[in-house]
């Protein structure tokens, strides 16, 4: 399995503009999670699915966050407008939700510049 | 609900000296804990987890952790530390439900 996709790698965008950042996730998983990477606030979790639905939205820090997954296979986060203090590294990681919690496997993350 | 506090935002550490990395977690059911590690620029990879089979776990690149319930920590160890060592290290922890919590994280750094 190629683990858990993130594109793009690099996002340079200007304040005001729509981004949207995409997750494959490893196929079979049925859990998806969004975090966000910050010096100042370290790793946040964003939002989680479980078997596509969302399940805890608390950690989207405001409106202009959103995030879909239409499919198993698929995911969106989607910023619209963005600021720069969204500037961050956004990481999609997914797992499998069975009797045993099994640990989250990482993307390579998404680099977010907003300027 | 969990939480993870992962005591020391740096730490360092001689090369071949005894590498500890302290986490304290808060949970209201039996925990899953786990202990991941970050290079740079990239995303973060297991290093090992605890799901109450045993509670000294071992884990990849020589690193282990112990599960104290008395003392609610999950610390990770590695008796003699390597210049490749030198990363992030997160400390998480998930209960009944899938979601995952990261700490803070500390830096380890090696020197020479």
């Known amino acids: 399995d190629a683990g858990v996709i993130q594109s793009p790698r690099h996002e340079v965008t200007e304040m005001g503009q729509e981004v949207t950042l995409r997750c494959k996730p490893i196929?079979?998983?049925?859990?998806l999670f969004w975090y966000r990477q910050t010096m100042m606030r370290g790793l946040e979790l964003l939002i989680y699915f479980n078997n596509n639905v969302p399940i805890d939205d608390s950690g989207m820090p405001e409106d202009r966050f959103s995030a879909k997954m239409p499919n198993a296979s698929f995911s969106t986060l989607k910023i619209q407008p963005s600021e720069p203090r969204d500037s961050a590294v956004y990481f999609c990681?997914?797992?499998?939700?069975?009797?045993?919690?099994?640990?989250?496997?990482f993307g390579q993350g998404t680099r977010l510049t907003v300027v | 609900a969990q939480s993870v506090t992962q005591l020391g935002s740096h730490v360092s550490v001689s090369e071949g000296a005894l590498v500890l990395l302290r986490c304290n977690y808060s949970s209201s059911v039996p925990p899953y804990l786990f202990w991941y590690v970050q290079y740079p620029n990239q995303g973060l990879q297991l290093l090992l987890k605890y799901t109450s089979a045993a509670t000294l776990v071992k884990g990849i690149n020589g690193f282990e952790a112990e599960f104290k319930k008395s003392e609610t920590s999950f610390h990770l160890t590695k008796p003699s530390a390597h210049m490749s060592d030198a990363a992030e290290y997160f400390c998480a922890v998930s209960g009944s439900a899938s979601k995952i919590i990261f700490g803070s994280g500390t830096r380890l750094s090696i020197r020479p």
């Open positions: 196929s079979g998983h049925n859990s």
């Open positions: 990681a997914s797992s499998l939700d069975g009797e045993v919690n099994t640990e989250a496997f």
